[in-house]
């Protein structure tokens, strides 16, 4: 089973091992990509702090962002299991993880990034901020960037297993899986129903759907779930006591669920 995952825009402070080296990172076949937007990165927050901000979609009291960025060939590196600290991976709290379901969190999960394209929880990286929303000089629009180069490495990271979409649509929107990988795809969507004046409403609320997210992985992980396609992976979630409620099925896209929870 392949997880995907957003990253956060929280992060740890700094690393504390060596410095970045790409070719240690998974997917070595992105390393031009990941160079190139490496290279766009660093060079527009050392040379021009204005259009590094608006590049970024920084205020100017996140000047200390660029200082960041500006250092990332440099900089120490952490597992970025470690480098993400955002709801959702509080909620998975991958140091407490039992030893089995850490190993298996290391095969399985990739996290979705603007900088890197897509890392492994062990991959060693700098803290840095590069959403997916950034548009930089020489590269332009990340999301379109990443689109044009994803494709062939992850679909062979999923091999011929279930995959499990926990990406946001920014993210999402970098790679679909097409044809008979979509049939194989679940995406999950977080909705939190409630009470409101009588009625029972459904929404999309961001720290139920992260924090829903991280717990839904690790649950999963914990029980050692190895579901052979989408079916099982649903009736394990179910089995897990997710309220799972499935979507119209579209042909060749990803089978699309709902996990409605009703407290955090």
Known sequence: ??????????????????????????????????????????GVSVTDETAALAALGLSAGQRSELDRNARLERAATAPAGQVYTGVLYEALSLATLPAPALRAARRSVLVSS?????????DRIPPYRCPIGAKLPGVGALSAYWRQVLAPALESAAGDGPVLDLRSAA???????????????????????????????????????????????????????????????????????YAIEERPATAGRPRQVDVVVTEL
């Open 1 to 42: 089973m392949l997880i995907l995952l957003p990253p956060s825009e929280g992060k740890a402070d700094a690393g504390t091992g060596r410095r970045l080296d790409l070719t240690r990172l998974c997917l070595p076949e992105l390393n031009p990509a990941r160079e190139e937007v490496l290279a766009a990165l660093v």
């Open 114 to 122: 603007g900088l890197w394209g897509a890392v492994r929880l062990a």
């Open 171 to 241: 993210y999402a929107a970098t790679w679909t899986p097409r044809g008979a990988l979509a049939g194989r795809t679940v995406s999950v969507r977080v909705l939190h129903q409630r009470a409101v004046d009588g009625r029972v409403t459904r929404t999309v609320v961001s720290h139920f759907n992260k924090a829903t997210k991280g717990r839904l992985v690790r649950d999963l992980l914990v029980a050692g779930a190895r579901p052979r396609g989408p079916a099982g992976l649903v009736a394990a979630l179910r089995d897990l006591g």
